[in-house]
């Protein structure tokens, strides 16, 4: 399978620990993307990457999460000190190129915090 | 601020008959990408349609099409022929393609779709 791939596939968590994502990208795709969808909402944009460099955060990204790419492949997604209103479904994105293209999305992964 | 608006949480139709989804959405930019995408219960999402903002004819991908009102800022899926793996939750995107804001979706609530057999 060469879509994009995102583990785990479901955390739970109690409040207060750090918790990891990863994805994996579709190989040859420079751009990076994550988001966030809560239940019965779209998603939301959270950050994004252009090969290794972090160009974009949202607001909604507080001081408690930070996102890596180090060689331009994979990313990582760290939330420390987890809070209950960090349970929600992140959501790994990727796409080609400089200009629009089309976000293709992983399976995503789901959070609990308890 | 780009806003994405699904005015229907939820839809069904009967195997076999059109459905049609609503989607506004609010901009002040003339150039933009719109997208239709699917989440079946699996929860992976699926590009289902895409629409550039300067092309004036409507894409279409198989049974799906849209409705592209530009100067109405209407956006809407038509599915034809429905099938029982179209039961998902559709999501209407908007991209801007300024070169400052072209890498975030901005999506609406959904319309969740369940076709009945």
């Known amino acids: 399978d060469t879509g994009v791939s995102q583990n785990p596939r479901h955390k739970i968590t109690k409040r207060g620990q750090n918790v990891t994502f990863r994805c994996d990208p579709i190989s040859e795709h420079n751009r990076l993307y994550w988001y966030r969808q809560t239940l019965g909402q779209g998603p939301e944009f959270l950050t994004y990457?252009?090969?290794?460099?972090?160009?974009?955060k949202s607001r909604l990204l507080s001081d408690r999460f930070s996102a890596e790419r180090p060689k331009g492949s994979f990313s990582t997604l760290e939330i420390q000190r987890t809070e209950q209103g960090d349970s929600a479904m992140y959501l790994c994105a990727s796409s080609l190129g400089l200009a629009v293209e089309t976000q293709y999305f992983g399976p995503g992964t789901r959070l609990l915090v308890l | 601020a780009q806003t994405v608006t699904q005015s229907q949480p939820e839809m069904s139709v009967q195997e076999a008959e059109t459905v049609t989804l609503s989607c506004t959405y609010d901009?002040?930019?003339?150039?933009?990408?719109l997208f239709w995408y699917k989440q079946p219960p699996s929860r992976q999402m699926i590009l289902v349609i895409r629409q550039e903002a300067y092309k004036q004819q409507n894409a279409t991908e198989n049974r799906f099409s849209v409705n592209f009102q530009k100067a109405a800022k209407s956006f809407s899926l038509k599915i034809s022929d429905s099938q029982l793996g179209d039961t998902a939750m559709y999501f209407c995107a908007f991209i801007s393609d300024s070169g400052g804001s072209n890498y975030k979706l901005t999506f609406g609530k959904g319309t969740l779709l369940t076709v009945n057999p």
């Open positions: 990457f252009q090969n290794e460099a972090q160009l974009e």
């Open positions: 901009t002040s930019e003339n150039n933009y990408y």
